[in-house]
């Protein structure tokens, strides 16, 4: 059973546009969300994060808002550049230790 | 700084056969962790520890032991290896109590 909905599993994205993938959980014991981003051959590294007492942070072009009744948050890439191009992946920590991971989604920008 | 290290980086093993994932940190983290990467699957918890000589399961233990008998260390053994387990492990580390992880750069496995 996925503890993290993620979607789309691909995205494609002009340069310039506005990338948004989106994350949905059922467990109300997650305590943290981060977002990963990974490229071919590396290992995820951490995008930005939230904590659920907060509905939106900024960092950049990098935008997480979160819904907490709706248990539902997303990533915004705006001016989305060809270096965005990448698998991201939403995540959940159980209060604790445990991460859950999202499918991942493959971001393409086009130049 | 090194940060967490991966060894090896590919590795092609035939059914049956026995093999240790290496994974190292520099860090002083106390929690360490290995995840599998498949396909439209994400990254799935295999087994993580919280400190030296304490290890728990993930989501996908079976096939899979650890140990931990030093902080740095966080080895991942397949005691006899099956085509399910033809992955990418990620091995992963953070301060108990913080948030971010920080992972290797992978191990790809091909189990023939």
């Known amino acids: 059973q996925q503890q993290v909905k993620q979607s789309p599993q691909s995205l494609i994205v002009q340069k310039g546009g506005i990338s948004i993938i989106n994350c949905a959980y059922e467990?109300?014991?997650?305590?943290?969300f981060p977002w990963y981003q990974q490229f071919p051959g590396k290992g995820p590294a951490l995008l930005i994060a939230?904590?659920?007492?907060?509905s939106e942070k900024k960092e950049g072009r990098f935008t997480i808002s979160f819904n907490k009744s709706a248990k539902q948050f997303s990533l915004h890439i705006m001016d989305s550049q060809p270096g965005d191009s990448a698998t991201y992946f939403c995540a959940a920590r159980r209060a604790g230790n445990q991460f859950y991971f999202g499918t991942g989604t493959s971001l393409t920008v086009i130049p | 700084n090194a940060g967490v290290t991966q060894t090896p980086k590919f590795q092609v093993l035939k059914t049956g056969q026995s093999m240790t994932l290496q994974c190292a940190q520099d860090m002083n983290h106390e929690y360490m962790s290995w995840y599998r990467q498949d396909p439209g699957m994400g990254l799935r918890l295999i087994h993580y520890s919280v400190g030296a000589g304490i290890t728990d399961q993930g989501e996908v233990p079976n096939g899979y032991n650890v140990s931990r008998s030093t902080t740095e260390d966080f080895p991942l053994r397949l005691l006899s290896a099956a085509p399910s387990q033809t992955s990418v492990y990620f091995c992963?580390?953070?301060?108990?109590?913080?948030?971010?992880?920080?992972f290797g750069e992978g191990s790809r496995l091909t189990v023939l």
């Open positions: 939230i904590r659920p007492d907060v």
């Open positions: 467990n109300t014991a997650f305590d943290y």
């Open positions: 992963a580390s953070r301060v108990s109590g913080a948030g971010e992880l920080f």
